[in-house]
Nanobody, 117 residues
C-alpha cells in the first residue's frame, strides 16, 4: 500500500503562487495515474488536475486551467501541483491520490491552501 504525504500549502495573497508536493511511500507509484483534489468542509471533493503514470498526459478542471500545472517525478515518487495566479476561491484543503478513486490509496492529511489579502 502506498502512503501519501502532502505539503507546501500556506497563506498567500491573491495573485500569488504555491507549489504543492505529494510524496508517496511504497512501491508502484510510477504505475498509477495520479490526481490532485481539493475539498472544503461540507463540500464535495473536486478533481483539480490529473496526470498519467508516465507524466505525458495531463488534464485540468476548467476552474484552474491555465493557472495550475501538475507534474511528477517518478524517481522521487512525488507529484507536484504548481499553482499560479491564485484566487480566493482556490482556498481549500488539497489532497493527492490515484486518479482512479475506486482504487484509491489511503488519504493523506492534505495541505491547507488559503488565498486571502
Amino acid at each position: 500500500q502506498v502512503q501519501l504525504v502532502e505539503s507546501g500549502g500556506g497563506l498567500v495573497q491573491p495573485g500569488g503562487s504555491l507549489r504543492l508536493s505529494c510524496a508517496a511511500a511504497g512501491t508502484g507509484f510510477s504505475l498509477y495515474a495520479m490526481g490532485w483534489y481539493r475539498q472544503a468542509p461540507g463540500k464535495q471533493r473536486e478533481l483539480v488536475a490529473s496526470i498519467s503514470s508516465g507524466g505525458s498526459i495531463t488534464n485540468y478542471a476548467d476552474s484552474v486551467k491555465g493557472r495550475f500545472v501538475i507534474f511528477r517525478d517518478n524517481v522521487k515518487n512525488t507529484v507536484f501541483l504548481q499553482m499560479n495566479s491564485l484566487k480566493p476561491e482556490d482556498t481549500d484543503v488539497y489532497y493527492c491520490n490515484r486518479y482512479e478513486l475506486g482504487r484509491a490509496f489511503k488519504w493523506g492529511q492534505g495541505t491547507q491552501v488559503t488565498v486571502s489579502s
